[in-house]
């Protein structure tokens, strides 16, 4: 299993197997806190090779600099299927998270974790502007 996307962003959408990301960004830029996000967008591209087949369990969280959460762990199965004709096959993600709210200037975390085992962490920087 290889993440090959893991990104966050304006805007998401999976059609008919192609992701469509736009506007990728690693840092909020606000006056104050709290900073409101009307719509964060998060894609996952996971390529799985055969052996790898079967149901998943992703989980996704976000949480800020002191381990605190921004956002409970979000729970979703995802089933790897890999073509006979094929030696991969990816599984494409797409969360849109509406209204999230960052209480603190700094450093967040944003985490994938697939059956039960981190995978990979991406930083979102709540950043202060004057």
Known sequence: MKIELFAICDFAADYAGKLVVVGIFDSLNAHQVPVVHPNLSVAIKIRFIKIEEGEK??????????????????????????????????????????????????????????????????????RRIV
């Open 57 to 126: 369990k992703v989980r996704f969280s976000i949480s800020n600099a002191d381990g605190g959460t921004v956002l409970p762990p979000i729970e979703m199965p995802i089933t790897a299927h890999v073509p006979e004709d094929l030696p991969s096959a990816t599984v494409n993600l797409v969360l849109n998270i509406g209204g999230i709210q960052f209480a603190n200037f700094g450093e967040h975390s944003v985490d994938l974790a697939l059956d039960g085992r981190h995978e990979a962490s991406i930083p979102l920087f709540v």
